[in-house]
C-alpha cells in the first residue's frame, strides 16, 4: 500500500521534528517544511531515512502566498496529494508589554501562525476534498494554551494569533466535515524548545514550569503523541476538537 503522505510546516526542529519522527514510524511519507534552518531539516530527515522511514524537506516560507502554492505544487508533482497536514510553523517575538510592540511585528505574527495556517488549509482541501477527487484527509493545526491565557505581559499579540487560529479551525472544520475532511487542534503548554529562546528567555521552561500542576515542562515527543492521534483513524469521530498538552497549565 501506498504510504499517506503527510505535510508538517516547520518540521525540522521542536515538535514538528518529534512529530515527524513519530509519523515516520507510522508509516507516513513524511515532507519536513523549514523556513531557515536546512541543516536541522536535511540531518531529521537522515536520521528517519536511515531508520527506515521516508521524510523528505522543503524549503518554503509559509507566510509567503506564493511560496505555500509552490510548495503544494511540488509535493503533488513529485508524490501525489496530501493526506495529512500538521500546520506547526509559529513565530512569536521578544517578550513585551503589548503597548510597547508595533503594528509591524504584529503584522509579521499573524502572517506565520494565521495566514499561514490558513493558505495551508486551503491548498490541503484542494488535495483532500471528496468533491475535488480527493480521498478525504486530516488536519491538525498547532495552536498554543496562550490562546486562553492570553500570555500578558510576554506575547499578547502571539495569544491573539493563537485565538485566531483556534476559532478558524473551528469554523473550517464544520465546513469541510461533509468533505471526508477532519480538522483539529492541538493547544500546548510550555514545551522544551528553541522558541522560548526566540522570545528572549532560553530557560523560560525551566522558571515556569515547576509552577504547573504537572510540576515541569513538556517534551515535544509527549507533544506529537496528540498530533499523531488525530491524524490517525483512532481518532475518526473527532473534529473541531481541541486537545490541551499543558500539563494542567
Ligand atoms: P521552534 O522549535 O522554534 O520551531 C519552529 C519551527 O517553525 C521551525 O522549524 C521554523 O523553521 C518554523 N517556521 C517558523 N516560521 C516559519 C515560516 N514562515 N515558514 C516555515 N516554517 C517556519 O518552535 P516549537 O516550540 O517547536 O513550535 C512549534 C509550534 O508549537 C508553534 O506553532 C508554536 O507556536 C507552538 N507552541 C509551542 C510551545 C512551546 O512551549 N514550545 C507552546 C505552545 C505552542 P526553521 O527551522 O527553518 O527556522
Known sequence: MKAPILLITGGGR???????????????????NYQKDATSAENLVADIVSSGG???????????????????????????????????????????????????RWQRIFQTNVFGTMHCCQEAFQDMAKSRGGNGGAIVNVSSLAS????????????????????????FALEVASE???????????????MHADGGEAGRVDRIGPNLPLQRGGR?????????????????YSTGGFIDVGGGR
Open 220 to 236: 515535544p515527543e509527549e507533544v506529537a503523541e496528540a498530533i499523531i492521534w488525530l491524524l490517525s483513524d483512532k481518532s475518526s
Open 148 to 171: 486562553v491565557y492570553g500570555s500578558p505581559n510576554e506575547y499578547v499579540d502571539y495569544a491573539a494569533s493563537k485565538g485566531a487560529v483556534d476559532s478558524f479551525s473551528k469554523g
Open 180 to 194: 471526508g475532511i477532519r480538522v483539529n487542534v492541538v493547544r500546548p503548554g510550555l514545551i522544551y524548545t528553541d
Open 54 to 104: 521516508l521524510a523528505h524537506c522543503l524549503q518554503a516560507d509559509i507566510s509567503d502566498t506564493d511560496q505555500v502554492s509552490h510548495m503544494f505544487a511540488t509535493i503533488r508533482r513529485q508524490w501525489g496529494p496530501i493526506m495529512a497536514l500538521v500546520n506547526n510553523a509559529g513565530v512569536l517575538d521578544q517578550q513585551a508589554r503589548f503597548v510597547d510592540t508595533t503594528p509591524e
Open 14 to 32: 521542536g515538535i514538528g521534528a518529534a512529530t515527524a519522527k513519530l509519523a515516520a514510524q507510522q508509516g507516513y511519507r513524511v515532507i519536513i
